[in-house]
């Protein structure tokens, strides 16, 4: 049977008979509002850290060990058979117990980080009070907040007063922003026509984005969505660090250029996933000028080097981008979601401007009630700003850049680690705070399957969680054998340098047992 609500928020039996939430022992729709200052939240609050303690201590190491059937089953037998008001412990506490914690030193595999309390607390304000910035009168103080932020990063990267930007889901939603807007602006001048309202011309020069070979897969993921399909890109060669080429890139402008085709975007790497490398941007900024393309940085790993004075200076360049990423819950320390997108001039923003009688009504504005709907591919959107906001003013720059540093040292350590140990061969020098590595078996041709498998049998003991990718054994990306290697991305400026080393060596001996039996 189903009940109605009345106007108190207390349900009332559908008809006569019914048994009561009173009755039944279930919680009534009004204990579930989560109101400002309501004991019920706290009570739920305390429910949770009790949970998240027990999980975590249950599962005693960075990821709950067995093979993944093993967890599948318990996690679908905890949540057919949880019910009521102990639904949250009992979840909370498997979720914690069953997930890969970013805080362990042994978790190190992704660009994964642990959150500072002060973010998470704040997000959970988001939460309780759910603002949306669709519109001015459902997050009027989260409206003037974003906007405030905004500009702040902006001055970070190096923009002047007329940049503008939005709070992003992440670096994928902001590069199909940044490769949107380059589509509008470019191709429309082309062809004299307007793009987002038109769409792309089947007649005219083919339009063409250039990103490095190591730049992140969304790029081409939003070329497919931009209408302009995943072979518009073409991949610009890199160096042994995983750098775009600025000659490799020169030739292949003025090859398509030559073509007849029309270079729409060049697309720089600020900290590539798998090393943190980072593109010339100096060059790649000149080289997008002179053939009239947008340049978009995605600066989604790398961009948190702006908040170090050690490490700003590898971004030298990055304020000449028409448009940049930045993901904070990368080297940023904030709950997901966190990215930004920003880009340097704010009329460039045009093609994604909207208008909706029930959410930025002309007059409203006019009257001074702004809306930033015209800034978001999202309707409905949290007030992800909060929290990075609430950790700016809490840390400040200054403050960041110190746990920026102490993961970079943290990286210089494991590296030299690496170096030091006579079975493991370092990549790379560190950039950032990532670094690849890979384990040397007595038969290299083997190589591969030993590292491959040497990170599933750290898996599944719930030792460690660590990277894998493949780059090739010599020059730029190709097939063949001795491609697999390993990663340690160190997100957790509370990690010990020893306990890296220590890490470093755990991969070594699960190498050397992994050898022993294949």
């Known amino acids: 049977m189903t009940d109605t609500l009345r106007q108190d928020g207390a349900a009332t039996p559908a008809r006569t008979g019914t048994a009561t939430p009173a009755q039944t022992g279930a919680a009534t729709p009004a204990r579930l509002l989560s109101r400002a200052g309501g004991g019920e939240l706290e009570r739920a609050v305390r429910v949770v850290l009790d949970g998240l303690a027990a999980g975590t201590a249950r599962r005693g190491g960075p990821v709950p060990a067995g093979p993944p059937r093993e967890l599948a089953a318990h996690v679908a037998g905890a949540f ?26 042994a978790c190190a595999a992704h660009l994964h980080c642990p959150p500072l309390a002060v973010a998470v607390a704040a997000d959970l304000a988001v939460s309780a009070l759910n603002p949306s910035l669709d519109s001015w009168d459902q997050a009027p103080a989260a409206t003037e907040l974003e906007t405030l932020l905004v500009m702040e990063l902006a001055g970070l990267v190096g923009y002047p007063g007329t940049a503008a930007g939005v709070l992003t889901s992440g670096g994928t939603e902001s590069n199909v922003m940044g490769l949107m807007l380059a589509r509008d602006r ?6 004299g026509g307007r793009i987002e309202l038109a769409g792309v011309p089947g007649n005219g020069p083919r339009p063409r984005i250039f990103a490095s070979a190591a730049a992140h897969f969304s790029v081409r993921r939003a070329a497919a969505l931009l209408g302009l399909g995943e072979d518009a890109v073409v991949a610009v060669p890199v160096d042994r660090a995983l750098r775009m080429e600025p000659q490799a890139l020169a030739s292949a ?24 490398a980072i593109d010339p941007l100096p060059e790649c900024a000149a080289l997008a000028a002179e053939h009239g393309a947008w340049l978009h940085v995605d600066a989604a790993y790398g961009g948190g080097a702006l908040l170090s004075d050690r490490l700003a200076p590898l ?29 340097r001039r704010e009329e460039t923003y045009a093609s994604l401007a909207r208008r909706a009688a029930y959410l930025n009504p002309a007059d409203d504005e006019d009257a001074g009630y702004p809306s930033l709907l015209g800034r978001s591919l999202r309707t409905t959107r949290r007030a992800d700003a909060f929290k990075i906001a609430v950790t700016l003013r809490t840390l400040g720059r200054d403050g960041l850049g110190r746990l920026v540093d102490a993961c970079h040292d943290l990286a210089l350590a494991g590296a030299a680690a690496v170096r030091a140990h006579p079975r493991l061969e370092l990549h790379a020098e ?32 719930g030792r460690a969680v660590i990277g894998r990718t493949e780059l090739p054994a010599d020059g730029p990306p190709g097939d063949g054998p001795g491609r697999v290697r390993l990663k340690l991305t160190l997100l957790n400026p509370y990690t010990t340098a020893t306990e890296v080393e220590r890490l470093v060596h755990v991969v070594a001996a699960a190498g050397e047992a992994e050898e022993a039996v294949l």
């Open 253 to 276: 402008l003025r090859d398509r250029a030559g073509r007849g085709e029309l270079p729409v975007a060049v697309v720089a790497t600020a900290g590539t996933t798998d090393t943190g």
């Open 186 to 191: 470019v191709l429309g001048r082309a062809t």
């Open 430 to 461: 560190p950039v950032l705070t990532a670094f690849l590595f890979r384990y040397l078996p007595a038969d290299p041709a083997r190589a591969d399957q030993v590292n491959a498998a040497l990170r599933r049998r750290l898996l599944r003991e």
């Open 80 to 105: 057919a058979g949880t019910r009521g008001e102990e639904a949250l412990g009992r979840l909370t506490e498997l979720l914690a117990y069953g997930g890969a914690d970013p805080a362990d030193p």
């Open 315 to 343: 971004l030298a360049g990055v304020e000449l981008a028409d448009s940049v990423s930045l993901d904070w819950h990368k080297l940023g320390w904030q709950p997901a979601a966190a990215g930004v997108f920003l880009v």
